[in-house]
Each structure stands twice: as structure tokens, then as C-alpha cells.
């Protein structure tokens, strides 16, 4: 069984939020967690707080076992952009871009045959 969570409106670039999604895609939910909580990378506080709600949602709604968990499915699309203006010289203007993403994690049960 699927369980899903999702964190939307992040104030993180997408790109910045791949590089730490990738380094818990298809690891054990235990493993995951500790590797986030030793990443050094501003992102890794909410992809970590985000898996901890899946597996909360996992025990609680769906009674299943914690250590049969695993990280499935995990991406960071784009969010919308908020646009600002920086005045530059001679009148002009620049466009900053504070980007946002939509973190999405799908965790799943190992099947009998998956266990090493």
C-alpha cells in the first residue's frame, strides 16, 4: 500500500531541492531520516519534516509497520514564482524570481520478496 504527503508553497528553489531529494530516493524511511538530519543543506529540514508526516500518516491511517517502510517516489516540482523588482542604475529595474516548490513523497511497504 501507497501512502502519500505532500508539502506545497515551499520557499526553496526546486533545483536546490532536488539535489537533496536524491540522496533518500529508494533508502528505508530510518535511513532517510538519518541521512537529512546530517545533510548540511537548507532544503533537508523540510524534505526531513515531510517523510516523518508520511510516516505518520502511514502508522496512523493505515496501520502499517514502520520498518516495512520505504521511500518510493519522492519529487520536487515547481511552485509558483513570486516576482520583485530591484531598481537598478539609470532608472531601470531588474526582476528577482523567489521561487517555490511542491515536494511530494510516496512511501511504500517492501514486499516479502524485497527484504534483504
Known amino acids: 500500500m501507497q501512502v502519500r504527503a505532500v508539502y506545497r508553497y515551499v520557499r526553496m528553489s526546486p533545483q536546490k531541492v532536488r539535489q537533496v531529494v536524491d540522496l533518500v530516493r529508494g533508502q528505508p524511511v ?8 546530517f545533510t548540511p543543506r537548507a532544503a533537508a ?7 516523518k508526516s508520511a ?27 513570486l516576482k520583485r523588482w530591484r531598481p537598478r542604475a539609470r532608472g531601470r529595474a531588474d526582476m528577482i524570481r523567489k521561487r517555490t516548490c511542491h515536494v511530494t513523497v510516496v512511501l511504500d ?3 516479502e520478496f524485497e527484504q534483504v
Open 30 to 37: 530510518d535511513e532517510a531520516l538519518a541521512i537529512l538530519q
Open 45 to 51: 529540514r523540510p524534505v526531513h519534516k515531510l517523510i
Open 55 to 81: 510516516i505518520a500518516n502511514a502508522e496512523n491511517n493505515y496501520m502499517l509497520s514502520r520498518e516495512d517502510l520505504y521511500v518510493a517516489e519522492i519529487m520536487a516540482d515547481g511552485g509558483p514564482t
Open 109 to 111: 511497504e517492501y514486499e
